[in-house]
């Protein structure tokens, strides 16, 4: 990996970490109950109008679809996990993004905590973003809002990290 590559994950890293507990500093939010899940396909699972996929099954419809992963890890009692889906998954700009441009994927750690070892998450909720054939490109924790994630959707996706810093990217506008 570049040093450029790295420097620039460290960067990203150093954002999100700022965001999070400058979010985390305010007074908590009341955490109101997850929606019931309703499993339509044994692929998908639609909590929040993002077509999620299982873990295995999503990962091989990147790969056959060439398309990066959006890899989420969660768990039912993690407040920020509840804020992010009832605001920024349910983001119509979010949700148009990630449908047309990424396989999106939800590990509810709780359930499988054999992937969050895996996975080595640490806190919750985490993001991960992957090339189509699975390599890691970087994690994020913590929460963002909607217009955060969808420039890093964006940077990701046009595989704008393979040749510039994130503060470019962003100046780019």
Request: glycine share 6%; proline share 6%; with cysteine.
């Amino acid at each position: 990996m570049k040093k450029e590559n790295v420097l620039v994950i460290a960067l990203i890293g150093l954002v999100v970490a700022g965001i999070f507990f400058y979010n985390r500093s305010k007074a908590p939010e009341p955490v109101i109950a997850a929606a019931v899940l309703q499993e339509s396909d044994p692929l998908e699972i639609k909590d929040s109008g993002i077509a999620w996929k299982d873990y295995t099954p999503g990962m091989a419809i990147a790969g056959k679809g060439n398309k990066p992963v959006f890899l989420y890890f969660h768990a039912p009692w993690c407040t920020y996990c509840t804020k992010l889906k009832q605001t920024t998954f349910k983001d119509k700009q979010v949700l148009a993004y990630l449908e047309k441009n990424f396989i999106s994927i939800q590990v509810d750690t709780d359930q499988n905590q054999e992937l969050g070892r895996e996975w080595k998450v640490k806190g919750l909720p985490t993001m991960w973003f992957l090339e189509p054939d699975g390599k890691k490109i970087n994690s994020i924790p913590g929460y963002l809002d909607a217009p955060q994630l969808l420039l890093i959707l964006k940077y990701i996706q046009t595989k704008s990290y393979t040749k510039m810093e994130f503060q470019e990217f962003m100046k780019q506008g």
